[in-house]
Structure formats: structure tokens, C-alpha cells
């Protein structure tokens, strides 16, 4: 079965940190971009970052950059997502997903990814 398997999320106060890991099984990512997205109660899931295959090109939604680092382990068919400086605001579950038939991220529209994974929750609470 393909598919990919969050991690790494919890509680943490506001200027914590944390790093999300991006686990895929049954098959070889490294082709294909790679997209965190995030959702939060009430609101529509959004992209958060992506890096692409090759030279891995990364790509940042404007309210993370500069906080959030994304990177990828080949060898560990895993994709990170490193978060510092955390807000209140950055509070909803993580997915991360692959975008279809392509190693570039794109606008990182939901519907080009696949193989959600489950999520996992980040809350940021004092």
C-alpha cells in the first residue's frame, strides 16, 4: 500500500520548535515532489512547503518563510519539516503528500497530490 506516515507532532508554547517527519512506504519518493499542508478547525487545508525532486527546489508559503525549513533524506525515503519560532497560529494537524507524476511542487494545489498520509497534531499553547 502507498502511502506516507506523519510524525513528530505536539504541544509546544509559542517559540518552540519542533521537526515533522514524512515517512513513505511502499514505494520510492524521491521522484516526486514532496508537500507539507496543514489544517486547521474550520478552516480549508492548506500548503504549507514542498521541495522538489533532483536539486530539490524548495517552496514556502509566505506566512512560514523564514521559520520553517523543509528538507529530504533520500536514503531514509523521508521528507522533514523543520519548525522554529512557533506561533499560535500554526496550530492544525500536518499531512504531508506527493505531487502526482511530477518532481516540481507546482502552486501546490490539493487536488495534484496524493497518498495523504494521516496527520499529525501540532499545537502551539502556552
Known amino acids: 500500500q502507498l502511502q506516507f506516515v506523519e510524525s513528530g507532532g505536539g504541544l509546544v508554547q509559542p517559540g518552540g520548535s519542533l521537526r515533522l517527519s514524512c515517512a513513505a512506504s511502499g514505494f520510492t519518493s524521491d521522484a516526486y515532489a514532496i508537500g507539507w499542508f496543514r489544517q486547521a478547525p474550520g478552516k480549508e487545508r492548506e500548503g504549507v512547503s514542498c521541495i522538489g525532486s533532483g536539486f530539490a527546489s524548495e517552496k514556502y508559503a509566505d506566512s512560514v518563510k523564514g521559520r520553517f525549513t523543509i528538507s529530504r533524506d533520500n536514503a531514509k525515503n523521508t521528507v522533514y519539516l523543520q519548525m522554529n519560532s512557533l506561533k499560535p497560529e500554526d496550530t492544525a494537524v500536518y499531512y504531508c503528500?506527493?505531487?502526482?507524476?511530477?518532481?516540481?511542487?507546482?502552486?501546490?494545489?490539493?487536488?495534484?497530490?496524493?497518498?495523504w498520509g494521516q496527520g499529525t497534531q501540532v499545537t502551539v499553547s502556552s
Open positions: 503528500a506527493r505531487r502526482a507524476y511530477s518532481g516540481l511542487c507546482g502552486g501546490m494545489a490539493l487536488d495534484d497530490y496524493l497518498n
